[in-house]
Structures are given as structure tokens and as C-alpha cells.
């Protein structure tokens, strides 16, 4: 079983810009899907980004793209998100999560990191 912690989020200003990072146990890292999901208080969640095993292509939701960036590092078995430009609608807690398929939708992530909060004030 694969475990997931992330780690990198806080309160930033609107225009700011965040890194997550989503360290994974699990020796067989490379064969997964890694995908950031994040879901604001009373609202569904929201897929926000994939990369496959190979590390592209990478699946970007509408309200993201062009403004975060998902990457990932097999070597350190290690998944990033790189926010720019954040704006107060991003604020969320933001999940990092595992797949053994590529996929836009949360319900085909297996693993689930325990969640960082992410907070843009206006």
C-alpha cells in the first residue's frame, strides 16, 4: 500500500505562489498516476492535475491551467504542484493521491495523503 504525505501549503496573498510536495513510500512510486485533488469547504472535490508514470502528459483542470504545474521526480519518489498566480477561489486543502491508471476523475485514485490547506486571501 502506498502511503502519501504532503506538505507545502499555507496562507499566501492572491497573486503569490506555492510548491507542494507529496512524498510517497512506496517503492513502486513509478508505476502509479500521481494526481492532485483539493476540496473547498462545502463544495465537491476537484480534480486539478495528473501526471503519469513517464511524467506526461499531465491532465490540468480548466480553472488551473496555465497557472499550476505538475511535476514529478521517480528518483525521490516525489510529486509536486507548483501554483502560480494563486487566486482566493484556490483555497482548499489539496490531496496528492495515487492511480494505476491515468484519470481526470477522484474516484479512480486508490492512495490519499492526509491533505495540506492551501488559503489565498483577497
Known amino acids: 500500500q502506498v502511503q502519501l504525505v504532503e506538505s507545502g501549503g499555507g496562507l499566501v496573498q492572491a497573486g503569490g505562489s506555492l510548491r507542494l510536495s507529496c512524498a510517497a513510500s512506496e517503492g513502486t512510486f513509478n508505476n502509479y498516476t500521481m494526481g492532485w485533488i483539493r476540496q473547498a469547504p462545502g463544495k465537491e472535490r476537484e480534480f486539478v492535475a495528473a501526471?503519469?508514470?513517464?511524467?506526461?502528459?499531465?491532465y490540468d483542470a480548466d480553472s488551473v491551467r496555465g497557472r499550476f504545474t505538475v511535476s514529478r521526480d521517480n528518483a525521490e519518489n516525489t510529486v509536486y504542484l507548483q501554483m502560480n498566480s494563486l487566486k482566493p477561489e484556490d483555497t482548499a486543502v489539496y490531496y496528492c493521491?495515487?492511480?494505476?491508471?491515468?484519470?481526470?476523475?477522484?474516484?479512480?485514485?486508490?492512495?490519499w495523503g492526509q491533505g495540506t490547506q492551501v488559503t489565498v486571501s483577497s
Open positions: 501526471v503519469t508514470w513517464s511524467g506526461g502528459p499531465t
Open positions: 493521491a495515487a492511480a494505476n491508471r491515468r484519470s481526470r476523475f477522484s474516484d479512480a485514485y486508490n492512495y
